[in-house]
T-cell receptor, first 115, second 115 residues
Framework: GAVVSQHPSRVICKSGTSVKIECRSLDFQATTMFWYRQFPKQSLMLMATSNEGSKATYEQGVEKDKFLINHASLTLSTLTVTSAHPEDSSFYIC???????????FGQGTRLTVV | AQKVTQAQTEISVVEKEDVTLDCVYETRDTTYYLFWYKQPPSGELVFLIRRNSFDEQNEISGRYSWNFQKSTSSFNFTITASQVVDSAVYFCALSRYVAGNKLTFGGGTRVLVKP
């Protein structure tokens, strides 16, 4: 299957700082990328959908000014958590899909801890 | 709106026992995809199966088997002769048939296999 690389796998940051998470499709072009968030012992909830070259579509309740998503190329999407607070501590995971397929290829996930 | 329900939050079995995970879904679409993923303690999502709604044949892959019943909107997953390495959280998910569409996840079932 296709490979999606997500970096970093773990990050600890101070409250008030910003953190950038990268999601790269290594061997295919991802026209659509999705960002999910998973709180401890809970399910994955979609945060936003990004299509290459256009603005991301955010799910209801997700602050677009806080979670900045950039999908500038067909192989890279980034999620920046701005002014992070302890309640943003969570597991963030991306998935990438091609235009032709409904198979979702997931990154390894990023565990964010805000102290 | 789409919805996936995994009624069992946690199942504990002894090694070599069989375990069946239930998944019930709701969708207004006539065509759709169903998925199962495994999430070990490390956090990454491991793809297990994708099934489109046209194909109601049951599937077996090694110790894993899936029972798709469109009439009852269920897509159950059985692990035969469970092993300790099967301990993980298992998610059932649903997506529309449109290419590049998001996944709606169930709440997940935590499986604990004791030696």
């Amino acid at each position: 299957g296709a490979v999606v690389s997500q970096h970093p796998s773990r990050v600890i940051c101070k409250s008030g700082t910003s953190v950038k998470i990268e999601c790269r499709s290594l061997d295919f072009q991802a026209t659509t990328m999705f960002w999910y968030r998973q709180f401890p012992k809970q399910s994955l909830m979609l945060m936003a959908t990004s299509n290459e070259g256009s603005k991301a579509t955010y799910e209801q309740g997700v602050e677009k000014d806080k979670f900045l998503i950039n999908h500038a190329s067909l192989t890279l999407s980034t999620l920046t958590v701005t002014s992070a607070h302890p309640e943003d501590s969570s597991f963030y995971i991306c998935s990438a899909q091609t235009r032709a397929s409904n198979e979702a290829f997931f990154g390894q996930g990023t565990r964010l801890t805000v102290v | 709106a789409q919805k996936v329900t995994q009624a069992q939050t946690e199942i504990s079995v002894v090694e070599k026992e069989d375990v069946t995970l239930d998944c019930v879904y709701e969708t207004r679409d006539t065509t759709y995809y169903l998925f199962w993923y495994k999430q070990p303690p490390s956090g990454e999502l491991v793809f297990l199966i994708r099934r489109n709604s046209f194909d109601e044949q049951n599937e077996i892959s090694g110790r894993y088997s899936w029972n798709f019943q469109k009439s009852t909107s269920s897509f159950n997953f059985t692990i035969t002769a469970s092993q300790v390495v099967d301990s993980a959280v298992y998610f059932c998910a649903l997506s529309r048939y449109v290419a590049g569409n998001k996944l709606t996840f169930g709440g997940g079932t935590r499986v604990l296999v004791k030696p």
